[in-house]
């Protein structure tokens, strides 16, 4: 039984990088723009931070699941943390830095550490801080699609479905609710499967100030044999606000680098 729960734990250590991945736990920024120009959107919004100091967690990796209570912290120049807890012991820490990253697993008394290449070989996509903070706020600006990660509109894009794509003809698809000018659905294709590498399915959203954020997030990704499934709920989101940040590595746990 052990041995499964420290297994389990190990997955769903990557799973939170995924849901980075998900861009794997999400909250995202919205927003309006008009509907004639939906998929040529070129104004952007700034958010100095983005956090969820509370979140509930429900992961399932393989058939076999279980719950923990998150929060989430990005500064899109510097860091993706995020933290979950099972019942009143930390589980797992993370952090995805510029160019690495690091998640730390209290149970079975492990780190990992390596990167962000290691990540974007798994995903198709530029994972960092900048990135996460897109995929998390579902922000659908076009012009940090294309100046910063060099993805491009496709041809063939509407107003209700946009598809970008960058040189290694990995591919993003954006589902929109045209009413209320939200995304309902962000997915991640790579150039050699037809499945998606991630999907990331977005509800409840709320008003705060000129953006739209939702307050749940539905992510299925894949490590290239086993499902992972997260779903997230937020009890409250915060802008703007600063934050320490505390990963603390026993020196007797074991690293595990991951390239």
């Given at each position: 039984m052990?041995n499964?729960i ?8 990557l799973?939170?990088i ?5 861009s ?8 309006i ?10 104004q952007c919004?700034?958010?100095e931070?983005f956090?969820?100091?509370s979140?509930?967690?429900?992961l ?5 699941s ?13 860091v993706?943390?995020?933290?979950g ?11 995805i ?5 690091v ?6 008394r492990v780190?990992y ?10 995903t ?7 990135s996460?903070?897109l ?8 012009k ?11 041809p063939?894009?509407r ?11 990995n591919?993003i698809?954006?589902i929109?609710?045209?009413?209320e ?26 008003q705060?100030e ?6 749940s997030i539905?992510i299925t990704a894949h490590d290239d ?5 997260i779903r997230a709920n937020?009890q ?12 603390n ?5 074991e690293?595990?680098?991951?390239e």
């Amino acid at each position: 039984m052990e041995n499964r729960i420290f297994k389990l734990v190990r997955y769903c250590a990557l799973a939170l990088i995924l849901l980075a991945v998900a861009s794997i736990n999400g909250c995202r920024s919205q927003r309006i723009t008009p509907a004639a120009d939906a998929t040529s959107n070129n104004q952007c919004f700034t958010i100095e931070s983005f956090s969820v100091p509370s979140c509930r967690l429900e992961l399932s990796v393989g058939g076999q699941s279980f719950s923990l209570n998150g929060s989430i912290y990005i500064r899109p120049d510097s860091v993706f943390y995020f933290r979950g807890r099972l019942l009143l012991i930390d589980a797992v820490r993370g952090a995805i830095y510029r160019d690495s990253f690091v998640v730390v697993s209290y149970l079975d008394r492990v780190y990992y550490t390596g990167k962000n290449e290691f990540l974007q070989k798994i995903t198709g996509f530029p994972v960092n801080p900048e990135s996460l903070m897109l995929l998390f706020t579902a922000d659908r600006c076009e012009k940090l699609y294309r100046d910063k990660f060099n993805f491009a509109i496709m041809p063939g894009s509407r107003a209700d479905r946009i598809l970008m794509q960058d040189p290694d003809r990995n591919l993003i698809e954006m589902i929109i609710n045209q009413d209320e000018q939200t995304v309902e659905n962000i997915a991640m294709y790579s150039n050699q499967i037809r499945q998606p590498l991630f999907s990331a399915a977005y509800g409840g959203y709320d008003q705060h100030e000129q953006f739209k954020l939702p307050t749940s997030i539905n992510i299925t990704a894949h490590d290239d044999t086993t499902p992972i499934r997260i779903r997230a709920n937020f009890q409250q989101i915060q802008l703007n606000q600063s934050q320490q940040l505390n990963i603390n590595i026993p020196s007797s746990f074991e690293m595990v680098v991951l390239e």
